[in-house]
């Protein structure tokens, strides 16, 4: 993670666009918050929106805003993204699920730093530092027609990859004190680390959930803790921990769909859209699981 926040530094203070890609789960939006705080608006709003989250038809809403009567349900005037951060900072998770129409809207604020609500007929200006982030390969999104090739070139002036936790391995026992620290507090527990097989069992998990699903992780073994230590059981990762040897007839549903799901991330790099169509399910399907089981 050294060349990672080397280029933090780097970027912090320059006041261009940032494109932040990796896997689902690897602590994209914390260094698009670090960027912002030590970037010159960092006394500007900062706000975030996950581009996927969002139903296709609202997102243009959400960014821009829209008039009263614009569509059915438009019952009043709402300000969008854009004019809500005006001077500070728009942070756009998973922009490789903007539909076309919104991404020639986006390509001209951009450009230009103008934009009009849904509805509307009036430009307004707005200065906004964009930084976006993305799982999915933009390069190749490009390629099938699906993501703006100029726009891609607006969006990563600078680009910082981010790699998934089980290549930087070094980093999980870090994270983990880290996290334990933090929830200990929180729920105020007297918790001192982890026992040997739980420590064992972190560092052998695959965690297709990344630096977000260890979060989920740790919280779960501070919680589920009696004494002071955490254990193996308490983590909550007998199912999908490498190596398993778990049948499928002694498991709970609950550990059969969340293995299913890790394995299906880990099969597809963490990409929630090709792991979503793999498992037949919708986008906002998958990332109510991803939610349910602590990998969102």
């Known amino acids: 993670m050294r060349e990672v926040y080397k280029a933090i530094g780097r970027v912090a203070g320059q006041d261009v666009a940032v494109l932040i890609t990796g896997e689902s789960g690897t602590g994209k939006e914390l260094v698009a918050r670090a960027i912002y705080q030590h970037g010159p608006r960092a006394q500007a709003p900062f706000l975030a929106l996950n581009c996927a989250a969002i139903p296709e038809n609202l997102l243009e809403s959400e960014l821009f805003g829209h008039e009263?009567?614009?569509?059915?349900?438009?019952?009043?005037?709402?300000?969008?993204?854009?004019?809500?951060?005006?001077?500070?900072?728009?942070?756009?998770?998973?922009?490789?699920?903007?539909?076309?129409?919104?991404?020639?809207?986006?390509?001209?604020?951009?450009?230009?730093g103008e934009m009009e609500r849904v509805g509307s007929s009036k430009t307004k200006r707005?200065?906004?530092?964009?930084?976006?982030?993305?799982?999915?390969?933009?390069?190749?999104?490009?390629?099938?027609?699906?993501?703006?090739?100029?726009?891609?070139?607006?969006?990563?002036?600078?680009?910082?990859?981010?790699?998934?936790?089980?290549?930087?391995?070094?980093?999980i026992d870090l994270l983990a004190q880290h996290f334990l620290r933090g929830y200990a507090q929180r729920y105020r527990k007297t918790i001192t680390g982890f026992d040997t097989v739980a420590t064992q069992m972190l560092h052998e998990h695959p965690w297709p959930g990344n630096v977000r699903e260890?979060?989920?992780?740790?919280?779960?073994?501070?919680?589920?803790?009696?004494?002071?230590?955490?254990?193996?059981?308490?983590?909550?990762l007998r199912a999908a921990a490498a190596g398993s040897t778990a049948k499928l007839e002694e498991m709970s549903l609950d550990d059969v769909e969340h293995h299913l799901i890790q394995r299906t991330l880990a099969r597809y790099d963490g990409n929630v859209s090709q792991a979503a169509k793999a498992l037949g399910l919708s986008r906002s399907a998958m990332y109510r699981r991803l939610q349910k089981h602590g990998l969102e």
């Open 126 to 171: 707005v200065d906004v530092r964009v930084i976006s982030a993305t799982n999915a390969h933009l390069d190749e999104e490009v390629q099938g027609g699906r993501f703006r090739q100029d726009l891609l070139f607006r969006l990563n002036t600078i680009e910082i990859h981010l790699p998934p936790l089980r290549e930087r391995r070094e980093d």
């Open 68 to 112: 009263k009567g614009a569509f059915t349900g438009a019952d009043r005037r709402r300000i969008g993204k854009f004019e809500q951060c005006n001077g500070g900072t728009l942070f756009l998770d998973e922009i490789g699920d903007m539909p076309p129409a919104t991404q020639a809207k986006m390509l001209r604020v951009l450009e230009v």
């Open 214 to 236: 260890l979060d989920h992780s740790i919280e779960r073994g501070v919680l589920l803790a009696t004494g002071s230590q955490v254990r193996a059981a308490d983590l909550g």
